[in-house]
Antibody, heavy 121, light 108 residues
Framework: QVPLVESGGGVVQPGGSLRLSCAASGFTFSSHGMYWVRQAPGKGLEWVAVIRFDGSSRYYAESVKGRFTSSRDNSKNTLYLQMDSLRVEDTAVYYC??????????????WGQGTMVTVSS | EIVLTQSPGTLSLSPGERATLSCRASQSVPINYLAWYQQKPGQAPRLLIYGASSRATGIPDRFSGSGSGTDFTLTISRLEPEDFAEYYCQQYGKTPLTFGQGTKVEVK
């Protein structure tokens, strides 16, 4: 049983939208802050967003603020990333990751396998 | 924003040798909330060290972390073949959370 499984990636035109999902299993999803981290092809890791265990607060990287929205449904053990106004520079593998604790400031102890998002005309 | 600078960019070593990776922060990392991750090609990152010096579950004791404030080090005491990979430091004490640019440990 894989703890985190992302889905929803694909190819989209600049200006388009995409919603990523991250299905969690094997742990108490509602007790953990959850994170999105991306990695452009051949590049390093970039933090994108974090949402507290109960969804009460969220933080975003400046590069995505106002365009991306992170949400969660604890009844479905699922994390989401709504990505609007996509740009070519958003092209990356998007990982969801579990924070070791409930809040927004934890190390990332479990990672999904990632889903590729390609923004291209 | 806390900028993390890792050095060297690439470390060329042989199995059995000691690896020392550096991560320097542009300002003090709150509560030493500094983690190290290992990433192999085509795979997701894996947590090695958190809180600057605590080993994650299942991580061999040849991996150790040290440092505080602005200077942190990841040491691999004796490189095994499976340790050749990319390594990233990350601070999670303050938003925006930031990663270093990575250090590649390659076979000499």
């Amino acid at each position: 049983q894989v703890p985190l499984v992302e889905s929803g990636g694909g190819v989209v035109q600049p200006g388009g939208s995409l919603r990523l999902s991250c299905a969690a299993s094997g742990f108490t999803f509602s007790s953990h802050g959850m994170y999105w981290v991306r990695q452009a092809p051949g590049k390093g890791l970039e933090w994108v967003a974090v949402i507290r265990f109960d969804g009460s607060s969220r933080y975003y990287a400046e590069s995505v603020k106002g365009r991306f929205t992170s949400s969660r449904d604890n009844s479905k053990n699922t994390l989401y990333l709504q990505m609007d106004s996509l740009r070519v520079e958003d092209t990356a593998v998007y990982y969801c990751a579990r924070g070791a604790g409930a809040g927004s400031f934890w190390h990332l102890d479990i990672w999904g396998q990632g889903t590729m998002v390609t923004v291209s005309s | 924003e806390i900028v993390l600078t890792q050095s060297p960019g690439t470390l060329s070593l042989s199995p059995g040798e000691r690896a020392t990776l550096s991560c320097r922060a542009s300002q003090s990392v709150p509560i030493n909330y500094l983690a190290w991750y290992q990433q192999k090609p085509g795979q997701a990152p894996r947590l090695l060290i958190y809180g600057a010096s605590s080993r994650a579950t299942g991580i061999p004791d040849r991996f150790s972390g040290s440092g505080s404030g602005t200077d942190f080090t990841l040491t691999i005491s004796r490189l095994e073949p499976e340790d050749f990979a990319e390594y990233y430091c990350q601070q999670y004490g303050k938003t925006p959370l930031t990663f270093g640019q990575g250090t590649k440990v390659e076979v000499k």
